[in-house]
């Protein structure tokens, strides 16, 4: 089965700074891989799929980039809004793993 | 718009069981790979199971193979995961979700959510 490592595990960071979340898979998955953004007490929510494509009404300071095993999600410039847990997951064949989740707080 | 709501959640002790159910409206349900999501209080998301759109394909996480059984109703718009011999570990909360309307293969992230439903397994 493929695993999904993300580091770090936890994040702080300054408002208006850039953050990088990395994660690897344990087996190439291509580009199938998505990342999703959980704020305290809500239901988790689409940034990115395909690696590298912002959903609709995601804010543009969101990126994501890479393919096969090491993929990062960044965050241009940090926002108070922003404080939340991040996950990415494997969607290129079952199980369709998610990382351990990396929680980003404002420092 | 899309919508997914859970239900069938509560408590129940060891060994015991439950059936979760998920309708969905807004879209062409029969069309899509549909899935189970849980997340354990405090602990991160856990994919369940899926299930392709003809009911020909389903898949299980390790945990839970053997236990758990995935399903799907195209003429009621409905998803179901039954779980049987629950353990104290299947405490979460459990969300349904479904992919974006342009994707029909099982290759598919997961576009929209419910609000997902509480299950705990205590003695």
């Known amino acids: 089965d493929i695993q999904m490592t993300q580091s770090p595990s936890s994040l702080s960071a300054s408002v208006g700074d850039r953050v990088t979340i990395t994660c690897r898979a344990s087996?190439?998955?291509?580009?199938?891989l998505a990342w999703y953004q959980q704020k305290p007490g809500e239901v988790p929510k689409l940034l990115i799929y395909?690696?590298?494509t912002l959903q609709s009404g995601v804010p543009s300071r969101f990126s994501g980039s890479g393919s096969g095993t090491d993929f990062t999600l960044s965050i241009s410039s940090l926002q108070p809004e922003d404080v939340a847990t991040y996950y990415c997951?494997?969607?290129?064949?079952?199980?369709?793993?998610f990382g351990q989740g990396t929680k980003l707080e404002i420092k | 718009e899309v919508h997914l709501v859970e239900s069938g959640g509560g408590l129940v002790k060891p060994g015991e069981y439950l059936r979760l159910s998920c309708t969905v409206s807004?879209?062409?349900?029969?069309?899509?790979?549909m899935n189970w999501v849980r997340q354990a209080p405090g602990k991160g998301l856990e994919w369940v199971s899926s299930?392709?759109?003809?009911?020909?394909?389903?898949y299980y996480e390790d945990s839970v193979k053997g236990r758990f059984t995935i399903s799907r109703d195209n003429a009621k718009n409905s998803l179901y995961l039954q779980m049987d011999s629950l353990r104290a570990e299947d405490t979460a909360v459990y969300y349904c979700?479904?992919?974006?309307?342009?994707?029909?293969?099982?290759?598919?992230?997961?576009?929209?959510w419910g609000q997902g439903t509480l299950v705990t397994v205590s003695s």
């Open positions: 979700a479904s992919p974006p309307p342009w994707c029909t293969s099982t290759r598919c992230h997961f576009d929209s």
């Open positions: 807004g879209f062409t349900f029969s069309s899509y790979t």
């Open positions: 299930i392709n759109s003809g009911s020909t394909y389903m």
């Open positions: 087996q190439g998955i291509n580009y199938f």
């Open positions: 395909a690696a590298s």
């Open positions: 997951q494997n969607y290129n064949s079952p199980p369709y793993t």
